[in-house]
């Protein structure tokens, strides 16, 4: 009997995910049932959100329970199909996979399966990367919450990650300056010479506050804030009269044990009259049609490209989400679960 093997949450992590926070277990593959399908999994997508979904705080969908499977997103071939729409071999996105060999998904529900769309000659990693839920998270938070116009300025933190490279991109081609913030040299050289940034700021070298002023001679009209803290203070500051905060995320406070402190600039969000918008990607999901329509056809034509960080084996997977939190990836975070269709 073929066996899955998945990561199963068994205690909220304290601060840094420590080892125990999840396990390893091995059972027997599930049969599926009427209308429904099994699907092998092949790419595995880690994200910072995986954290907060293992913690019990105030969220935007349920913490994963205790002793559950680890909520992740997945793509991967159907094996066995009990529905018209899906044929065994075809690649699909099983809703949200989680963190196991194996998925047992439906058409229906609030996570439906899906087959990936039919764009020709990209890689598989394209679908969970720039075509998957983080390029819709950036074209859907620079377009509808940023709304950035043709010559202004847009800063993007976490700059060289898998939502940050797209929000850079896409900001170019809408004719912004583009200025990125990341944590290192190369990462910096990356978005710069690679995707065609205007600028980047590297924080663990260099005063941001001090370099966006260089770097954001007319100020900042829109801040696609990935990070939070002192990253996002000193953003605050260069903000031009009614810019906007696209508030995406807020990495740098997700591993903490106590309340977080800032922003500390707060009182410039009156002064300045910033409007500063929060958003979850899947308040977009009625309009992936949009997303796919704009961004496939910029992917396809090397206009936005994306960088993949792949680590290969789900046994890994625990220790390789971290590395979101080191800033040991660049562009899309991927586990490899399985092999690619031949
Ligand atoms: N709202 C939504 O629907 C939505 C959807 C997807 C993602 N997000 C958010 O978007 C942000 C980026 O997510 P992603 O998937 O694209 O991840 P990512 O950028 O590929 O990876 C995270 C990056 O954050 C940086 N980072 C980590 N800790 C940091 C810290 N303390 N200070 C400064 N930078 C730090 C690291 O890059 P450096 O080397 O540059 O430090 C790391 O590589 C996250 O906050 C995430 O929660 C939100």
């Known amino acids: 009997m073929t066996q899955n093997r998945q990561w199963r949450l068994r205690r909220r992590p304290v601060g840094d995910i420590s080892a125990g926070d999840l396990e390893l277990v091995t059972e027997p593959v599930s049969v599926p049932g009427p209308g429904e399908i099994l699907v092998r999994n092949v790419y595995l997508s880690l994200d910072p959100t995986n ?14 329970r205790i002793g559950d499977v680890m909520r992740g997103g997945t793509i991967g071939v159907v094996e066995v199909s009990n529905h018209p729409d899906f044929a065994v071999g075809d690649y699909v996105r099983p809703g949200i996979g989680g963190w196991q060999d194996y998925s047992i998904a439906r058409s229906d529900g609030p996570f439906p399966a899906r087959k990936l769309p039919a764009i020709a000659g990209l890689p598989l990693t394209s679908f969970m990367s720039a075509l998957g839920s983080t390029g819709a998270t950036a074209y859907f938070g620079l377009l509808k919450i940023g709304q950035p116009k043709a010559g202004e300025t847009i800063v993007v933190s976490a700059a060289a990650g898998a939502v940050g490279q797209v929000v850079g991109q896409i900001g170019k081609i809408l004719g912004c300056r583009v200025v990125g913030i990341a944590g290192s040299a190369d990462k910096c050289r990356y978005v710069v010479d690679e995707l065609g940034f205007d600028a980047c700021i590297d924080y663990r070298t260099e005063d941001v506050a001090a370099a966006l002023k260089k770097h954001c001679p007319n100020g900042i009209d829109v801040d696609f804030e990935n990070v939070g803290g002192t990253i996002m203070d000193a953003v605050i500051a260069n903000m031009n009269f009614k810019g906007r905060i696209a508030l995406c995320g807020l990495i740098s406070q997700y591993n903490a044990k106590d309340a977080v402190p800032g922003p500390y ?12 918008e929060g958003f979850i990607v899947l308040d977009f999901a009625a309009q992936t049609g949009e997303f796919i329509a704009a961004m496939g056809p910029w992917v396809a034509s090397g206009q936005v490209k994306d960088r993949v960080t792949v ?16 800033g040991g990836n660049t562009g899309k975070l991927l586990v490899r679960i399985g092999a690619e269709k031949q």
Do not use: C, H, T
């Open 265 to 276: 600039n707060f009182p410039l969000i009156l002064m300045k009259r910033l409007k500063v």
């Open 51 to 64: 954290r907060i979904w293992m913690s019990d705080q105030e969220q935007y969908m349920p913490p994963v």
């Open 311 to 326: 680590v290969e084996g789900l046994e890994n997977a625990v220790q390789s989400l971290g590395l979101l939190f080191s």
